[in-house]
């Protein structure tokens, strides 16, 4: 029963834009990713290079493929010590049209960012979904390197930010095996929130953590709004 409720919650959520690309937003592990990744971090990307660029066609629809090398600073890292400030080159791949969900960046843009190392100067993505999530801002957490320190600062954007900053971190702290007291009284301070997709993703976050009375807030939402279609994010 909850993880039926959970998986239609989730997919209320995301809507049918990505439906079939990828894994729904919220279902992925962070764990694995975080410990397997050589470097977590808060960063802010100064500039953008384009090495190659090409005219592709898939499925009869034209794109542009570009290879792109992102010049980013460390703002606050999250699974080791790294210096702020350090400044690093990630490589990446973007489509323009975006035809599949594919992780990017954009300049001028802060973003939480899971990175492998690819070559001694360069980096990329250390998950093709996952990758890189934006945020309007991000605060810098005074604690040891850890997953614990990365679930504070997406706590704090539950407490801070607003609109889809909310909505990215609560897509990401669902994927956690575990979260504190804490943060799931930040979670459950937003079931209730007049935004659908910001109320249906702190509701498939309590529904993932087993959160006594989730299930019943869910139906109430369902029941409010007569399971009415959540408006796309």
Known sequence: ????????????????????????????????IFESADLVCNCYVESLRTLKEQKLERAGKPFT????????RVNDPYNKQVQIGTEINVAFEEEIPTT???????????????????????????????????????????ERPGLSKLQSALAAVLQQGSGNDQINAMRLLEGFDELSPETLRSVGALSD???????????????????????KRLESYLRIHKASPAPMA
């Open 1 to 32: 029963m909850r993880r039926t409720l959970s998986f239609f919650c989730a997919l209320l959520v995301l809507g049918s834009a990505f439906a079939g690309l990828g894994p729904i937003p919220g279902t992925q592990r962070v764990t694995p």
């Open 65 to 72: 493929q570009r290879h792109v090398v992102a010049k980013v």
């Open 100 to 142: 599949k969900p594919m992780p990017t960046l954009s300049e001028a843009e802060t973003a939480l960012i899971f990175l492998k190392v690819s070559s001694p100067s360069l980096y990329e993505f250390a998950d093709r979904f996952m990758g890189a999530t934006p945020f309007a801002s991000l605060a810098v957490q005074n």
């Open 193 to 215: 929130s007049a935004d659908a997709d910001t109320a249906l993703s702190s509701i498939a976050v309590l529904l993932k953590a087993k959160q006594p009375g989730s299930v």
